[in-house]
């Protein structure tokens, strides 16, 4: 079981990943994540079955969106090895973002209205919660692509579900988009809360998204 900081997760692989199944992803599309180990490593996630980030973390949410807090639904789509979540109000579809799972690794494909080239891994397996590791790569928005690279980063963390203050584990992304010419990098946060079973239960891309669960 996932628990707090300090207790040890060891988790054999199980078959199955509840409502998205692990593709047959491992060794292919799978970026090299430079990893640096804490001093002070946290929780041990051995395998994904031991916290299952891909699990859909309900039917309903809150998105907060330029100022606004608006109710939507979450619909769920797994195609070809991608779990898209589309974020769903009076029929209009307001925000997505889209995953990837396999047996090594969980990644973010698509978030913002970009999508990332290789995917940027928000877990890969085995870790120690306090890793990070690092991600290069493009980012293709409409018609225009640029490179970024980004920092990443894991802590045990809490997340409110449903009035429940539950164990969860943070992972920060850190981006930089680097100009076409000279400049500086366009610097961007990413941050997801996974808790196991549940998923993704709550993100940030920045100030301007967040989709958190719905109160009850």
């Known amino acids: 079981m996932f628990r707090t900081l300090g207790i040890a997760i060891v988790c054999t692989l199980a078959v199955g990943l ?10 292919k599309g799978i970026p090299m994540a430079i990893h640096s180990v804490s001093e002070k490593p946290g929780p041990q996630l051995e395998a994904v079955n031991c ?21 939507v639904d ?9 779990m898209t979540l589309r974020l769903v109000s009076k029929g209009e579809t307001i925000d997505q973002e889209a995953y990837q799972c396999s047996e090594k690794a969980f990644l973010l494909s698509y978030a913002a209205g970009e999508r990332f080239s ?8 085995p870790m ?3 890793d990070d590791w690092k991600w290069d790569g493009e980012m293709h928005a409409q018609n225009e692509t640029r490179k970024a690279r980004g920092n990443i980063t894991s ?8 009035g429940r203050n539950m164990p969860a584990v943070k992972v920060q992304v850190k981006l930089e988009i680097l100009p076409e010419n000279a400049g500086d990098p366009i610097k961007r946060s990413l941050t997801f ?6 998923g993704v239960v709550r993100r940030e891309f920045g100030d301007e998204s967040v989709r958190e669960p719905a109160p009850r």
């Open 51 to 71: 916290i299952r980030p891909a699990d859909v973390p309900g039917t309903v949410a809150v998105l907060k969106m330029g100022g606004l807090t608006i109710p």
């Open 18 to 27: 509840g409502t998205f199944a692990a593709s047959n992803l491992s060794g």
């Open 155 to 162: 802590e045990v963390s809490k997340a409110d579900v449903g």
């Open 128 to 130: 120690n919660v306090g």
């Open 74 to 82: 979450v619909h769920a789509k797994d195609h070809a090895g991608e």
């Open 193 to 198: 809360w996974m808790v196991e079973g549940r």
């Open 118 to 125: 290789p995917p940027v891994p928000l877990m890969t397996f």
